[in-house]
């Protein structure tokens, strides 16, 4: 049985067109929309253990909208409905 579970979020699960601050932008990624709902699950769960955010370039975001953007997916999912 599984005591527990990491999530481990590389910011290139993203598509380039929405997170361009990564260093292996693949196109067919991720929108916002369908990672906030799977994202929401996964640190709600109470078997989640601990989580990471890797990939993310700051080189590659100098306005910070990237950088918004991941920040503002993790807030929404642990934030209470």
Known sequence: MLDGFWVHLDADVLDP???P???SP???GLLPEELGPLLRVLVRSP???GLDVTVYDPDLDP???AGALLT???VA???EV
Do not use: P
């Open 72 to 74: 503002d997916l993790l």
């Open 21 to 23: 601050a990564v260093d």
């Open 26 to 28: 693949d196109d067919g």
């Open 47 to 49: 078997r989640r253990v």
């Open 77 to 79: 999912a642990f934030a």
């Open 17 to 19: 067109a929405v997170m």
């Open 63 to 65: 306005d910070g909208t």
